[in-house]
């Protein structure tokens, strides 16, 4: 399995940007799709990003695309979600999480960090 720890939430304003960083540790993380999901209070856990294990495919989610872009590093074992023009909608615990595939079904995906929270406000 692969250990995975959020960082990079905070407070921001409408029209912000912010830069969650996953770390990951353990041999296995370059075989391992990696996923952002995010949860609000009162809601479900929902798919934001995705991308595959070489970089080559990505996806996001209809809110993600166009404001957000995911990356990975697999020499450093990280991953990125670069948030630009925040909205207070945006207002969750963002989780990052690993799996085979880079699908947006949560359970497919056996690894997850404990989230970091990012807060918009208007």
């Known amino acids: 399995q692969v250990q995975l720890v959020e960082s990079g939430g905070g407070l921001v304003q409408a029209g912000g940007s912010l830069r969650l960083s996953c770390a990951a540790s353990g041999r296995t993380f370059s075989s391992r799709a990696i996923s952002w999901f995010r949860q609000a209070p009162g809601l479900e856990r929902e798919f934001v990003a995705a991308?595959?294990?070489?970089?080559?495919?990505?996806y996001y989610s209809e809110s993600a695309k166009g404001r957000f872009t995911i990356s990975r590093d697999n020499v450093k074992n990280m991953v990125y979600l670069q948030m630009n023009s925040l909205k207070p909608e945006d207002t969750a615990l963002y989780y990052c999480?690993?799996?085979?595939?880079?699908?947006?079904?949560?359970?497919?995906?056996?690894?997850w960090g404990q989230g970091t929270q990012v807060t918009v406000s208007s």
């Open positions: 991308i595959s294990q070489n970089t080559a495919l990505t």
């Open positions: 999480a690993a799996g085979l595939l880079p699908i947006q079904r949560d359970s497919a995906y056996d690894s």
